[in-house]
């Protein structure tokens, strides 16, 4: 929950070090209105998140269909807020979840 006033939530949160937002979305499914829609409640969490958390935290679209006609301006959007990741580039979601895996393995030094 990123704010319980608005009823904002993320989909995917981890903080270790700083806050690492993720939020998907899938352009194949359902019509264009509606996921160009989407997108712009999306780019709302990554908003929300930074106002939250600050100018650390790191934000993440992991996106399915970017290359679909029509969505060009919705994936635009989106990359003015967050690193956009393509679902169908292996390079994309390799660098994805290696990041992401450091992320949650991150150990933060401790001073005795």
Known sequence: MLSQDHGIVA??????GAMHITETID????????????AQAKTLVLDEAQRVFGDT???????????????EA???LLQDRATVYSLESDADMSEYMS?????A????LISP
Not at 11 to 16: I, K, S, T, Y
């Open 27 to 38: 352009f194949a499914l359902h019509t264009a209105t509606a996921k160009r829609i989407e």
């Open 74 to 76: 919705s994936v635009r």
């Open 57 to 71: 935290t790191k934000k993440y679209v992991v996106v399915a269909g970017a290359e679909i006609v029509g969505m």
């Open 105 to 108: 393995s991150y150990t933060p």
């Open 11 to 16: 989909e995917f949160a981890l903080r270790n």
């Open 99 to 103: 990041l992401i895996s450091t992320a």
